[in-house]
């Protein structure tokens, strides 16, 4: 299966901030690449796809890019609802596989 | 709107089943999957298998082959997950999320709320 490697595990941000999010996978996915976010207690919700494509109603302040074996989620403003933890997906081969998530903190 | 409507909280002991249903809503059912996630709690996102609303088609992980049954009744757009021989580590959130496959795999794009599932004597 493929690995999915999110950096970093956790960070502490303040509102307004420019956060980066890198996903890495273990061997060439081209653009079959999702990133969810997901609040505590809640379902994870689709944010973007194919790398770099919003899903219908997500604030254009997120986006995302890469393709082949790196990709980033940028927040490019980060407002108090963003606060989650992300999670990288690639749907490029069986299994899909999940990256182990990156927890967005207020600093 | 799109919505998964998942079915409540369940205590099962060890070496017993499990029985999760997914009513969907807001689209045409049998035009889309739906697959099964799940949360262990503290821990990431677990992919469990897809069924085809379709036709009923499935593929199971492979760490689940044998455990996991999944159904759908299209007159109803509910969609099922039975666990059998239940263990503790598969104490977890159940989600069910609406799915299209992508080249090898599957892209989750609405999901239900949730279903905890606790395995204990």
């Known amino acids: 299966a493929i690995r999915m490697t999110q950096s970093p595990s956790s960070l502490s941000a303040s509102t307004g901030d420019r956060v980066t999010i890198t996903c890495r996978a273990s061997?060439?996915?081209?653009?079959?690449l999702a990133w969810y976010q997901q609040k505590p207690g809640k379902a994870p919700k689709l944010l973007i796809y194919a790398a770099s494509t919003l899903q219908s109603g997500v604030p254009s302040r997120f986006s995302g890019s890469g393709s082949g074996t790196d990709f980033t989620l940028t927040i490019s403003c980060l407002q108090s609802e963003d606060f989650a933890t992300y999670y990288c997906q690639q749907y490029y081969s069986y299994p899909g596989t999940f990256g182990q998530g990156t927890k967005v903190e207020i600093k | 709107q799109v919505q998964l409507v998942q079915s409540g909280a369940e205590v099962k002991k060890p070496g017993a089943s499990v029985k999760v249903s997914c009513k969907a809503s807001?689209?045409?059912?049998?035009?889309?999957?739906i697959s099964w996630v799940r949360q262990a709690p503290g821990q990431g996102l677990e992919w469990m298998g897809w069924?085809?609303?379709?036709?009923?088609?499935?593929n199971y992980a492979q760490k689940l082959q044998g455990r996991v049954t999944m159904t759908t009744d299209t007159s109803t757009s509910t969609a099922y997950m039975e666990l059998r021989s239940l263990r503790s580590d598969d104490t977890a959130v159940y989600y069910c999320a609406r799915s299209k496959r992508y080249s090898g795999s599957y892209l989750f794009d609405y999901w239900g709320q949730g279903t905890l599932v606790t395995v204990s004597s």
């Open positions: 807001g689209y045409t059912f049998t035009s889309y999957g």
């Open positions: 069924i085809s609303a379709y036709n009923g088609n499935t």
């Open positions: 061997q060439g996915i081209s653009s079959y």
